[in-house]
């Protein structure tokens, strides 16, 4: 007679505590922080020249801007209740939408997203430099890894980035349909080429079906962690790698956001990836995927956002303007870890002066839901 069948319950990691030993400060850290400031203020001086505003030096169009609520999860074991996650309440939050490229491009470019998330009025000890902040950002793109594993290398990808940041749209457009249909080629042979999606091959599908990730670890109160940002609602997942028509429609990956959010509310999930092993999951190595049949991401919190105009005046004056998101606006318990993860602090901080200082505007901080746009 068969066994009977017994529901299956999760195992849960066993997650190692994190030392500070676990970290390794290279020798040409200060050096790099250097050479990338210097090239994002490269690649904003073109953008600035050529169109009369400054914006990100990466990740310079939002495609989507929504304000609503971030929910921690009730009854998380102790493993998963840390940090912001130790108790089940509900902060007002911020999510900004965007294509990676230091310059606002045709959609027909099509590149890799990120999603940056602010949750406003957190309390607790804050990181260097964050301590007058009430905010808790984590910052994702559309994969499970960084690109380059060590600064020095993702120092000499934004250089070519640079050198490609101008105003040749048309060329760029060509640029991208080639390297789509090579990227083709590579996922037919069974993996993804960074360097092709970053130039233009990425598929052309609604960024709202999309899965997000910190790429980089973080402190994750005791211990050590990667987070995740999924579509939960059913109107979310069902938009995953749907296909846009993005030829004739330079803003078509934002248009598709705003017209959803017209009538729809929808819900992404937070999830952590605890570090159980850290020879297979690195701190210092931020481009190797940490493996899920080691340690699954697992939900802690929600993120809700009510229908709205996801391009509306205010914000984008409010959000994409006068905000800035950056790993390094955090608890101390969410410390960034990891060489890629510390050189951001710097150069966000450099990058955010670069574009308010042009365009002579103050930096916005929110505290509270007052703060933001109703
Ligand atoms: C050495 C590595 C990295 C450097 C130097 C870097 C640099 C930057 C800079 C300068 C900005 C613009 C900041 C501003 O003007 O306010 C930015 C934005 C952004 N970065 Fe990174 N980044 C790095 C890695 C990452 C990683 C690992 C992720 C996530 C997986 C990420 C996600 C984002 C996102 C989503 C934005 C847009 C933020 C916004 O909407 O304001 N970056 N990055």
Known sequence: ????????????????????????????????????????????????????????????????????????????????????????????????????????????????????????????????????????????????????????????????LAATTDRAPGLKKVLSSVTRGLEKIVEDVGGQSATLLTLGGYPAINILGDEFFTQGAILYGDYIAKLALKPFSDNLRALTRQKLNLSGHPDGIREAVVAFFQTNAAVWDIQVQLCTNLKTMPIENAAVVWPETESPYLSVARLHMPAQNAWRADKVELVDERMSFSPWHALAAHRPLGAIMRVRQAVYAAAARFRMDYNHQARVEPRSAADLPA
């Open 1 to 160: 007679m068969p066994a009977p069948k017994v529901a299956s319950t999760p195992t849960l990691p066993r997650p190692i505590r994190y030392q500070p030993a676990m970290e390794t400060i290279g020798d040409h850290e200060a050096k790099t922080i250097q050479g990338l400031i210097e090239t994002m203020d490269r690649i904003q001086t073109i953008v600035a020249r050529d169109t009369g505003r400054a914006k990100r030096g990466v990740h310079a169009k939002a495609q989507g801007l929504l304000v609503g609520e971030f929910e921690v999860l009730p009854d998380l074991p102790p493993m998963l209740a840390q940090g912001l996650f130790a108790s089940p309440q509900t902060y007002p939050a911020v999510l900004r939408l965007s294509t990676i490229p230091g310059d606002v491009l045709d959609d027909a470019v099509s590149v890799p997203r990120g999603a940056a998330l602010k949750i406003v009025g957190v309390n607790g000890p804050r990181v260097p430099g964050s301590e007058q902040d009430a905010t808790q950002d984590f910052l994702f793109v559309n994969g499970k890894a960084f690109g380059a594993a060590t600064p020095d290398a993702f120092l000499r990808t934004l250089k070519l």
